[in-house]
């Protein structure tokens, strides 16, 4: 998966499969819903690697 998938996806510009959609939950090690939660509660527990 690139950058710029994410980027777009990020965007709204392109939409992931469902099969895309889980693996990258696995890879953020969070539950599919986490991507779909957009309340402050959620964001605020989000960080960044470095």
Do not use: C, W, Y
């Not at 693996?23 to 960044?48: C, N, Y």
């Amino acid at each position: 998966m690139s950058v710029d998938f994410l980027s777009l996806t990020e965007r709204g510009i392109n939409a992931p499969s469902f099969e895309t959609i889980e693996h990258m939950a696995k890879r953020l090690k969070v539950p599919v819903m986490a991507l779909f939660d957009f309340g402050t509660h959620e964001r605020d527990r989000i960080q960044r690697r470095k």
